[in-house]
């Protein structure tokens, strides 16, 4: 449990005049100097990073540990995504692992003393053709036998939990069912950022920002300079400076094959950008999650009032995030499809992050063949949601010093072996 914010109220003036003259505001956490050494450095300060960092501190009292970013804090796909969390996935490896998180995101505003907005409204999977009523059952099957509240709801009982939805049977493309799953819903996405930054901060965790890992050090392996599989990690190189450490803990989105190939490690990843994007706020209307996968839309509504909607992955891999005109009018086209009263609203802005696709749509996670490298990596469009339970997993790991339960289906070790987890099914739209 982190310190209680025993900062001073401010009258609204007050707060305007302090903005204004730019002095004395408290730091919500330090910046401190690059240290030499580190027990832990976690590259990558995003709600992975930093999680994993937090809650190698809270949880296994590990507190000598660097986070890493090369740009700021929640600069990655911890700032770019549509904020939904849910755990009604396909395998049952999925939904028990993604139901953690949605654990940790319940109690986070309690825990952490920050109101990160975590709005419980239900999430629902539409489904305009037979086989994906058949996916949705067969997804509602797994999530009962998991205890989760999931099931498969007709086009009657839609209209009643989101009336806006046009559910008539003359669209071009009729909701035919959905899968309706109650505890799936928002949170903000930059206060869990700040949530688990300042609570890292306070058990003495630094966090580097503008500080980019230019290179892993290894020895003993096989490969040049020492790396690749049966390599030891030493330490990073980073931008301002060098540091030695054991354990070197992979979690960023879409440079992870980058840095995994620093250490000599090859990883099954595609990288793509994700284009989202938000209309200007109006009365709230909306009061659930709504994903079409056969539209390849999914929309939510901010407490504010802004519609915020996402779509599929961009179908090329690149790493350029520009927004494209492409993107805007398939959006619009497939959004007034399923609610055609909004078709007066303005779009005010589009942005894209990217997203790190695996083969089976599952992360990769924990130890690689060169020791004290570890990965929590590949989350294609599911890394904010997974963001708490990865970093209280990742933390178990290098504290246990053994692959917990909960993440040793995602092993990089699976595609040798062939035992994949297909999460493919469970995504919100096609890719
Ligand atoms: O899988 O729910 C999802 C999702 C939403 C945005 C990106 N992926």
């Not at 809650?55 to 700021?72: E, F, M, P, S």
């Not at 350029?320 to 303005?346: C, I, K, N, W, Y």
Request: glycine share 10%.
């Amino acid at each position: 449990m982190i310190r209680r914010n025993r900062a001073p109220r401010y009258s609204a003036a007050a707060l305007l005049w302090r903005g204004a003259r730019n002095d004395s505001w408290p730091r919500v956490w330090r910046d401190p100097a690059l240290k030499k050494s580190y027990d832990v450095v976690v590259v990558g300060g995003g709600v992975h990073g930093l999680a994993t960092a937090y809650y190698l501190a809270a949880n296994h009292g590990i507190k000598n540990v660097a986070v890493l970013d090369k740009a700021y804090l929640g600069s990655g796909g911890s700032g770019r995504n549509t904020a939904i969390v849910r755990s009604n996935y396909l395998t049952p490896e999925g939904v028990a692992f993604y139901d953690r998180s949605l654990d940790l995101y319940n109690t986070m505003s309690a825990d952490l003393n920050l109101n990160v907005m975590f709005s419980e409204r239900g999430h629902l999977t539409l489904a305009h053709t037979d086989s994906a009523v058949r996916t949705m059952r067969w997804r509602a099957e797994v999530n009962k036998l998991q205890n989760i509240d999931s099931s498969v709801i007709g086009p009657d009982e839609i209209k009643k939990i989101a009336p806006s939805l046009d559910t008539s049977p003359n669209t071009r493309y009729p909701i035919l069912a959905a899968l309706y799953h109650p505890p799936g819903g928002t949170i903000r996405h930059d206060a869990v950022v700040w949530a688990y930054a300042r609570a890292a901060d306070a058990y003495g965790v630094d966090m580097h920002q503008k500080t980019e890992v230019v290179d892993v050090v290894c020895e003993g392996g096989d490969g040049p300079d020492g790396k690749g599989p049966g390599a030891k990690v030493t330490g990073v190189r980073t931008s301002k400076g060098d540091i030695s450490t054991p354990v070197v803990i992979n979690c960023t989105a879409g440079w992870a094959s980058l840095i995994a190939a620093m250490a000599g490690i090859q990883l099954p990843i595609t990288t793509h950008p994700l284009q989202a994007a938000v209309t200007e706020p109006v009365k709230v209307f909306l009061p659930t999650v709504v994903v079409s996968g056969s539209l390849h839309v999914y929309v939510s509504q901010t407490d504010r009032g802004e519609l915020v909607f996402g779509a599929s992955v961009d179908p090329f891999a690149t790493y350029d995030m520009r927004g494209t005109l492409d993107f805007t009018e398939e959006l619009a086209g497939h959004v007034l499809e399923l609610m055609p009263a909004v078709s007066q609203m303005r779009l005010l802005r589009q942005w894209a992050g990217l997203c790190d696709i695996t083969p089976d749509y599952s992360p990769v996670m924990g130890f690689t063949p060169v020791e004290g490298f570890l990965c929590d990596v590949g989350w294609g469009t599911y890394g904010f949601k997974a963001g708490p339970v990865s970093g209280e997993q990742m933390a178990k790991c290098v504290a246990d010093q053994a692959t917990p339960d909960l993440i040793s289906p995602f092993a990089l070790s699976r595609f040798d072996d062939g035992v994949l987890v297909g999460e493919k099914g469970a995504a919100a739209v096609g890719h």
